[in-house]
């Protein structure tokens, strides 16, 4: 991941514009915008020549592919469970693998990224005794602080209190006695019919592409957040946007075609460009990956929270928070995992087929195994397997915690 | 006495098609398992099914488990594993790999299997991904096939399920009870549940289950790693091994995410699933040496999962010494996928006629009585999966 950036991002750009879908779902060929503006959701694209999401690559620095060519091909999909290859495809045997090798060419997966240039990364083992990850401002004096804005990134919680970060052609080892963690949040995604338009956004990208200078100033914007941060919102984004919406009720309906155009709430419809949802996931996966339990929490709409956090790991600020989200009907043509085109009727019918595991219907639907290894889906997920009557137990915690290029893993091997 | 109620230890790909295969010939099945199908390496690996192997046992076991896999869809009541052809791209990175690997020729033809040694030139033309990175001496190619590990699965647990076998999920097997010299039950976390043959199908913890009922087998447990980046279109149609200067793979799923891996040659004989960051590491560096071109991908993800290691790297199919009705199924040494539905098959016809496959005859567990203990620790890797091969 690279640094913020001081101009718009493409993602912002395309926003700004009126025309945010920048990329494409891996199995519908659905369009999809920028979620979470920081290089996390993986719904915005990658820029092919770096391999970067496009919501961490400045305007006019790559192409924006507007026409999806075979989103045609993504309708008839639309109407086929996750497993639909299981009884429909590849007979007769002898056509198995020229068949497959075309339905692999189908898919809006990207190619494959150049290899950046430059040498190996230095690998360098530090030891300290607080080590920050986050939000450089909530940081205790003297911690060493990995801030994204520096160009850091911490992707892995190993044994021994190992913290593995990239920085800027290093990869550190970084032996911590105490971690603190204040990564923010993830978008929570609500299980309404709509929610994977292009348009639908977390609330602190739209923050995020209001700082790096996009014009915003003739996009409509329904704002969707718990009441509390209503002021705060209005403040930071009443002169920079058209607020045409500030709600803390989750829409029944985010309608468009291609993007977002209007959302219905109770009776009323509000014409909108974008929706900014104000709904957060705590980014707690360093500390699970640093042994904290993940549980799905309560309320009516739950997010994973970490529990039993190791003494020697503090999350802070919204990382922490522990805020009771407004609630809505979930609804089973909404997208539970737009990663993997996982629809809440996709659970349904995997449960309903007799899986009773999260770890099977993960296996089985792909939900929470695409670029965001559940980071914006896994309490999406979780929600409507509980409902469905599955223990809703979080998928084991692994690295990595942020997508990681492997040319900044390559360290100089003694072998 | 032909047994008619068969309980099998393990919902993993050898357990369920053992279950199957048991079911279709008339037998009751129970099926226990502590966890979740496919919860150990049944779903902890990349489905590689390969003729070639190192010696000619295994390569004879090997064809017979790859044309298994072809016909497996009708076993799994119509569903399609994915089964997919690759090409299997055994990289030689040292002259005395290829003199090795070269004198097995003869036996690979003997076989009838398509496995050939090739040169430098070669090897670039046909594994395209290598190029740019570390010239290979050469590598063995031959036809294989990728299956996606979790479709077999879950195909294989839903057709046991409609044909009636009785699979218990969330069940832990705690030891078996013996009476006059043969195995009679069970005890589980569920109580005791009484059967005519017991196969033991837990793999990494087949050894400790197997020790319950006084069975000594010698193999021990080892994490392997993988990591996976995210999916691009379809760059490589091999699935690429090399052994220098550490064992390392790699391959492309039907996904069209990279899966690749590095072994740690020091890895210590123990249950561990953790993830390591030396092991990130040491795969990125040594894909930098072999396919620099694959760096630009972001890597997502990394897993680890447990072989079983037998001394002889061979898996364990068959009645154990010393006691009745009692049969391993395990010790895959990495090849569980491959070989497990076959050997699973045979097993099964062998438990209820009495006679014994020939392709089976090399992996009898009596041909671990008397051997030490820790002998799988020991021997050096290539040669553990050569040792009647050209190994010297």
Redesign the interface.
């Known amino acids: 991941m690279r640094a913020p950036l001081d101009s718009p991002a493409v993602t912002a750009r395309a926003l700004a514009d009126g025309r945010p879908a920048t990329g494409r779902s891996?199995r519908l060929h659905r369009p999809r915008s920028g979620v979470c503006g920081n290089g996390t959701c993986?719904q915005c694209g990658t820029d092919p020549a770096?391999?970067d999401a496009l919501c961490c690559t400045p305007a006019g620095a790559a192409p924006v592919r507007r026409r999806d060519p075979l989103r045609a091909l993504g309708l008839p999909a639309e109407r086929q469970l996750p497993?639909f290859?299981?009884?429909r495809?590849?007979r007769p045997?002898a056509l198995?693998?020229r068949y497959?090798?075309v339905?692999?060419?189908l898919?809006a997966?990207?190619?494959?990224?150049?290899?950046?240039a430059g040498g190996?990364p230095q690998?360098r083992v530090v030891e300290v005794e607080t080590l920050h990850v986050g939000d450089p401002a909530r940081a205790d004096p003297g911690a060493l602080v990995v801030d994204a804005a520096a160009g850091a990134t911490a992707f892995?919680v190993?044994?021994d209190r190992?913290v593995?970060v990239t920085a800027s052609g290093e990869?550190l080892?970084v032996r911590c006695e105490r971690l603190v963690l204040a990564t923010g949040a993830h978008l929570r995604l609500p299980p309404v019919v709509g929610n994977d338009l292009p348009g639908v956004l977390h609330l602190d990208a739209l923050l995020r592409y209001s700082g790096q200078g996009a014009d915003l100033g003739a996009l409509r914007v329904a704002v969707i957040a718990p009441p509390e941060r209503h002021a705060a919102v209005t403040a930071a984004l009443g002169d920079r946007c058209r607020l045409v919406h500030v709600g803390a009720r989750i829409p029944d309906r985010i309608d468009g075609r291609g993007r977002v155009r209007r959302i219905a709430v109770g009776a009323e419809a509000v014409a909108c460009d974008a929706v900014a949802l104000g709904l957060d996931q705590p980014a707690i996966e360093l500390a699970l990956l640093a042994g904290a339990h993940g549980v799905l929490g309560d309320g009516p709409l739950p997010v994973v929270v970490a529990d039993a956090v190791p003494d020697w790991v503090e999350l802070r600020g919204r990382a922490a928070a522990r805020e009771r989200l407004p609630g809505c009907t979930a609804q089973r043509d909404a997208f539970a995992c737009p990663c993997e085109d996982v629809r809440l009727r996709d659970l349904e019918a995997a449960v309903a087929?007799?899986?009773?595991?999260v770890?099977?219907i993960k296996?089985?639907t792909g939900a929470m195994t695409g670029?965001c290894?559940g980071k914006v889906c896994q309490g999406a997920v979780l929600t409507a397997l509980r409902d469905l009557g599955v223990e809703p137990r979080p998928m084991t915690p692994?690295?990595?915690a942020r997508?990681?290029?492997?040319?900044d893993?390559?360290?100089?091997?003694d072998? | 006495m032909t047994p008619r109620r068969i309980v099998i230890v393990g919902a993993g790909i050898a357990g369920l098609v053992a279950a199957l295969e048991a079911r279709a010939a008339g037998c009751d099945v129970i099926v226990l398992e502590r966890?979740?199908?496919?919860?150990g390496n049944s779903?902890r690996n990349v489905g590689r099914i390969r003729r070639m192997q190192l010696t000619e046992e295994l390569t004879r076991i090997s064809i017979a488990a790859s044309d298994y896999w072809?016909r497996i869809d009708r076993l799994l009541g119509?569903?399609?594993p994915?089964?997919?052809?690759t090409t299997y791209a055994l990289v030689l990175y040292g002259d005395d790999e290829a003199e090795r690997l070269g004198a097995l020729e003869p036996m690979w033809r003997a076989t009838g299997i398509d496995a050939r040694l090739y040169d430098a030139a070669t090897t670039l033309d046909r594994v395209p991904v290598l190029q740019g990175g570390e010239r290979p001496v050469g590598s063995v190619l031959s036809s294989a096939l990728l299956v996606h590990p979790?479709?077999a699965v879950?195909?294989a647990y839903?057709a046991a399920?409609e044909r009636g076998v009785d699979v218990r999920?969330g069940v832990e097997v705690l030891g078996f009870e013996s009476a006059g010299g043969a195995v009679v039950a069970v005890e589980t976390t569920a109580g005791r549940i009484a059967g005519d043959a017991f196969v033991n199908a837990a793999d990494a913890h087949a050894r400790g289950l197997a020790g319950t009922a006084g069975v000594v087998v010698p193999t021990h447990p080892m994490r392997r790693e993988a990591l996976v980046?995210?999916?691009?279109?379809?760059?490589m149609?091999q699935a690429v091994t090399f052994y220098r200067?550490?064992e390392g793979w790699f391959n492309q799923t039907?996904?069209?995410e990279i899966v690749a891996g590095v072994t740690d040659p020091d890895e210590p004989a123990d249950y561990n699933h953790?993830?390591?960051?030396a092991f990130?590491?040491?795969?990125?560096?040594?894909?930098?040496?072999k396919a620099?071109?694959?760096?630009?991908?972001?890597?997502?993800?990394?897993?680890a999962g447990t072989y079983e290691y037998t001394p002889d790297r061979s898996p364990i199919v068959g009645a154990y010494t010393g006691v009745e009705a009692l049969y391993g199924l395990h010790g895959w040494s990495g090849r569980g996928m491959l070989l497990a539905p076959v050997s699973a098959s045979l097993l099964v016809r062998e438990i209820l006629t009495g006679a014994r496959d020939p392709l089976l005859a090399p992996f009898a567990p009596a041909r671990f009585d008397g051997v030490a203990d820790d002998a799988a620790l020991h021997a050096d890797y290539y040669g553990g999966y050569a040792s009647t091969g050209a190994a010297s």
């Open positions: 891996f993986g770096t391999g497993w290859w299981e009884r495809l590849l045997r198995r693998g497959l090798r339905l692999r060419g898919s997966a990207p190619g494959l990224p150049p290899a950046p190996p690998r892995g190993y044994a190992t593995a990869l080892e087929s007799g899986l009773r595991d770890e099977l296996r089985r670029p290894q692994r690295p990595f997508v990681t290029r492997l040319a893993l390559a360290v100089a091997h072998a | 966890g979740y199908p496919g919860g779903g072809l119509g569903r399609n994915l089964l997919h052809p979790d479709a879950h195909g839903l399920r999920l980046t995210h999916s691009i279109r379809p760059i149609d200067p550490f039907l996904r069209g953790d993830s390591s960051l990130a590491t040491r795969t990125a560096a040594l894909l930098a040496r620099p071109s694959l760096l630009g991908l972001h890597a997502v993800r990394q897993w």
